[in-house]
């Protein structure tokens, strides 16, 4: 059964729903959760929510964190196509060729959820010292081995359970993960601890802020129920962060992610790839109207649209007064 929780931003308990029963719209694993804002602190969650247990069914193999792109991805990529999203993409490089990370004195670098191990895979070639955590053990030891991470290096837990040294690392890193957490306030207190001070935490997620979330409402690919059971804005994400003591110092769209398109765009065009020829072509045009969507979305991000967000925390020097929420830099 699935499990009713205090607000974790506040212990409030009252909520005001958002969406009914959503469903599982990436690996179709029956079941449905509401989508829920706290009155309190405005923090928006699924509530109630999977337990922990029954989170695991939603967790196949094929589900890869990080939002890779659907494995039917309908438009192939052929040549055409990829100069297409390399041209769409033009403008981003242009603003933001220099990665975030690229522009830190390399140090030693926490990835959070490591995965299949492609963020610290560039991190160790930028000469950082790779740390990896993530607790699907069989994943972790071949994303350790395949990266040649030791053992003492190679974390096996939640984030939530961790015992890592204070003041030890220079970057940690959570891609697609937050939104996944059972307990974000405490991971973040965590962080707090584990940054030596000036460190940054770099947080990749999807924006329910973004015009897109609204636009798309609960068929928004970036809710991912059940397995989000946060849908962080800027300003729910920063606020959580400040109370931790962390400082938003860089808040922009994340670039590459394909997770633009309707999902039911998706859902239609799986379904009709058989039948009759008229059906099929129907399914031709959803394909290049996701196709479409994907592009404007690439192009659109360096002007301030961004359904999925960067934010680079940091960590300051100086003990950190409690800070007020950052009420500048609230973009969709
Ligand atoms: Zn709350």
């Known amino acids: 059964m699935p499990e009713s929780v205090p607000c974790s931003g506040c212990a409030g308990e009252r909520f005001e729903t958002i969406y009914e029963d959503c469903e599982d719209l990436w690996v179709f694993v029956p079941g449905a959760f509401p989508v829920v804002r706290c009155e309190a602190c405005g923090l928006v969650q699924t509530n109630p929510r999977p337990t922990a ?21 309908p438009m192939g990529s052929s040549a055409p196509i990829r100069w297409l999203r390399w041209l769409a993409a033009l403008p981003y490089r242009l603003r933001w060729r ?22 610290l895979s560039n991190l160790d070639a930028g000469g950082w010292e790779p740390w990896l955590m993530e607790p699907r053990q069989e994943l972790a030891r071949k994303t350790s081995e395949s990266l040649g991470i030791p053992g003492d290096r190679t974390i096996v837990a939640y984030a939530e359970d961790a015992d890592l040294p204070e003041e030890h690392f220079d970057l940690i890193v959570m891609d697609h993960v937050v939104e996944h957490l059972s307990d974000p306030p405490a991971v973040f207190n965590s962080i707090a601890g584990w940054l030596k001070p000036g460190g940054r935490l770099l947080i990749t997620c999807p924006n329910y802020g973004s015009l897109e979330s609204r636009l798309l409402g609960r068929w928004w690919m970036g809710l991912d129920m059940p397995r989000h059971l946060f849908h962080f804005g800027t300003d729910t994400l920063s606020r959580m962060a400040a109370e931790a003591g962390l400082v938003v110092e860089d808040l922009r769209p994340q670039y590459g992610v394909l997770l633009t398109s309707s999902v039911v765009l998706r859902r239609g065009s799986k379904q009709r790839t ?5 059906f099929r072509a129907v399914g031709v045009l959803e394909r290049a109207a996701t196709f479409g969507a994907e592009l404007i979305v690439t ?33 969709s």
Do not use: C, W
């Open 53 to 73: 247990s029954e989170l695991k069914a939603y967790y196949p193999d094929e589900y890869q964190p990080g939002g890779s792109p659907p494995p039917d991805n």
């Open 98 to 119: 220099q990665g975030f990370v690229s522009g830190l004195e390399p140090g030693r670098a926490l990835d959070i959820g490591a995965g299949n191990g492609t963020r």
């Open 274 to 278: 058989r039948g009759p020829l008229s």
């Open 299 to 331: 192009a659109a991000q360096p002007f301030g649209y961004m359904p999925m967000m960067e934010v680079v925390f940091v960590k300051p020097e100086v003990v950190p007064q409690r800070l007020a929420p950052s009420s500048e830099a609230i973009h």
